[in-house]
């Protein structure tokens, strides 16, 4: 965790951090309270609240599960339901920030500002950062602008969380119709360069366009989103050229609130416990149902927790005329597919392309999701449509036609396949996957053999740890007749790989081609036991039963003796 970082979760700590009493419980009390502990540990944050409830409903007046339900019903999205359990902890007299984080949302969503100021002033906190913060939004909340800057002044004046301080005091500025102030901020004209999120660029973006200066918004949005396909980004650029920006990121205090709980979530994101960060991008969007860059993070943490129910449930919250709601519905495809929806998947992405057809990533994302399901035939035609969409070279194409070309050989249309692997070397000339796969193919057609060993050579000098790689480095040369030289890079494959029965079985033939016959059927054993393909099973047995030129000689192929390097 970078140095910041830690300050920021020390400034910004919850409940998760904080004990309190541990639970008492009664005999029969325990079923509930155990189901709900196994729960929590697997993230089954649902199950974990359902479990909680029942354990509080024998035994109310239980802090630590009061906590535990409180967490479980905030990360599942329902903050109503865990206010008022906040409410209870705080009246048995329990110090805890995680049920002070849930009231400051519910106060907030609900405006009463001048309560809030009260609690802080009570000493009701969650920490140095967000109560500051807390206190200048609510100051905006109540109308004290001067006082508000002044305390986000404050908070600017904290060493390790000056860029919270000024870019919040830049949001309240625009809720106030200074967008000039705002600018300044944000531009570093005040002579603090701000490193600004995605979101902040946007924000900044937005406010040069409602300031007329309409090249600096273009310009912004060029540097900051260069080779994107951020569709925010995209939409606010049409804004920009028709003149239709509004200023309506944070239109109020709720919302300054909403930001401060999502400004936490993303600087914790990647770097905090997932579970932990989502308790601040859930409580942003209960107080802003309209935050979406809250909703989708919530989103991907729980797809990272493999919450995926509650993941789709999240992205289903993305309005359709929203720019961002086809990339939120190709995460509720992802989605599906891992709860093994996998045929709804589809057609929601079949649906998603037909409304975004100009969009060549919903048609990747279809296609890669078909060959994934080996369903290749259907995959090729919405590869086709992206390569269609695509109107210049670039590098990041490599993989749309590797994935197209894999399907095609799959597909025993070669001609094809080979073209697509060519393309995607021609965009990216050492890419180790394509490498390997053209020059392992080329391997198992026994052609262009010399083209192959090149291939595959340069493939492992792009990435020397990959088992399949090297694999296909001492196939080919064993396919060459260098069989001394095939041990040596097969049993490295072993060793990066050493529970798969391709690369055992290849060992087995590597090491019978040098004459090390037992060696040769212990690794067939091996092979065996790491449960290959039917057919190739049968043959490994077969090997075991004959040996290994004898299952040549049935074959047709050339005997061991014979290097066939000339295609």
């Given at each position: 965790m970078r140095p910041g970082i830690r300050r920021l979760a020390f400034l910004a700590m919850t409940a998760l951090a904080v004990?309190?009493?541990?639970?008492?419980?009664?005999?029969?009390?325990a079923g509930s309270y155990l189901a709900a502990r196994s729960a929590s540990v697997t993230s089954d944050f649902s199950a974990a609240a359902r479990y909680y409830s029942r354990a509080l409903a024998r035994d109310p007046g239980n802090l630590t599960l009061m906590?535990?339900?409180?967490?479980?019903?905030?990360?599942t999205g329902e903050v109503d339901r865990a206010v008022p359990i906040a409410r209870r902890m705080l009246q048995a007299g329990a110090n805890s920030?995680?049920?002070n984080l849930a009231l400051t949302a519910d106060a907030a969503k609900r405006e009463q500002w001048d309560q809030i100021l009260a609690d802080l002033d009570a000493g009701q906190s969650v920490g140095p950062l967000f109560d500051g913060l807390l206190r200048a939004w609510s100051l905006v909340g109540t109308g004290d602008i001067a006082e508000a800057l002044d305390a986000f002044d404050a908070v600017a004046d904290t060493q390790g969380v000056q860029a919270f301080g000024l870019f919040h005091k830049a949001l309240a500025l625009i809720t106030v119709g200074d967008l000039e102030g705002a600018d300044r901020i944000l531009s570093g004209a005040d002579g603090t360069q701000l490193n600004l999120t995605r979101r902040g660029a946007l924000i900044h973006a937005s406010v040069l366009a409602q300031l007329d200066r309409t090249d600096e918004a273009l310009e912004m949005l060029d540097?900051?989103?260069a080779g994107s396909s951020d569709p925010e980004a995209e939409a606010m650029r049409t804004a920009v050229l028709d003149g239709?920006?509004?200023?309506?990121?944070?239109?109020?205090?709720?919302?300054?609130?909403a930001e401060i709980y999502h400004s936490i979530a993303g600087a914790l994101s990647g770097e905090a416990n997932d579970a932990y960060t989502l308790i601040y991008s859930r409580m942003s969007s209960f107080i802003d149902p309209g935050h979406i860059d809250s909703i989708i993070l919530s989103a991907t943490l729980l797809e990272s927790l493999q919450r995926y129910e509650l993941a789709t449930e999240a992205y289903d919250l993305v309005p359709r005329d929203h720019p961002s709601y086809y990339s939120a519905e190709l995460g509720r495809a992802e989605s599906l597919n891992r709860l093994g929806r996998s045929d709804a998947a589809i057609e929601a992405l079949k649906q998603l392309s037909e409304s975004y057809g100009d969009v060549a990533l919903v048609h990747i994302t279809l296609g890669d999701l078909l060959?994934?399901?080996?369903?290749?035939?259907?995959?090729?035609?919405?590869?086709?449509?992206?390569?269609?969409?695509?109107?210049t070279p670039d590098v990041r194409q490599w993989m749309v036609y590797f994935a197209r070309g894999i399907a095609h050989e799959r597909l025993d249309q070669w001609p094809q396949a080979e073209a697509d692997f060519r393309t995607a070397l021609e965009l990216r000339p050492?890419?180790?996957?394509?490498?390997?796969?053209?020059?392992?193919?080329?391997?198992?057609?026994?052609?262009?053999?010399?083209?192959?060993?090149d291939m595959i050579q340069r493939a492992v000098q792009g990435d020397p740890d990959s088992g399949y790689i090297t694999d296909s480095l001492g196939w080919v040369l064993?396919?060459?007749g260098r069989y001394d030289e095939a041990v040596i890079h097969m049993e490295r494959a072993v060793e990066l790989m050493p529970v798969d029965p391709i690369v055992n079985d290849h060992l087995g033939d590597v090491y019978w081609a040098v004459g090390r016959t037992r060696e040769a059927e212990f690794q067939w054993h091996r092979a065996l036991s790491f449960d290959p393909e039917p057919d190739e099973a049968d043959r490994i047995r077969r090997k075991l039963d004959v040996g290994l030129d004898a299952v040549l000689a049935d074959e047709g192929a050339a005997p061991l003796n014979v290097a066939n390097d000339d295609g």
């Open positions: 004990p309190v009493a541990q639970p008492v419980l009664a005999e029969g009390d906590e535990a339900a409180l967490t479980s019903y905030i990360a920030q995680l049920a540097i900051g989103f239709s920006v509004r200023a309506d990121e944070v239109a109020n205090a709720a919302e300054g609130v060959r994934q399901m080996e369903r290749f035939e259907e995959s090729i035609p919405p590869y086709d449509r992206a390569v269609a969409l695509f109107e050492d890419q180790p996957q394509v490498l390997n796969y053209l020059g392992y193919s080329f391997v198992e057609m026994q052609s262009n053999m010399d083209e192959a060993l064993y396919r060459l």
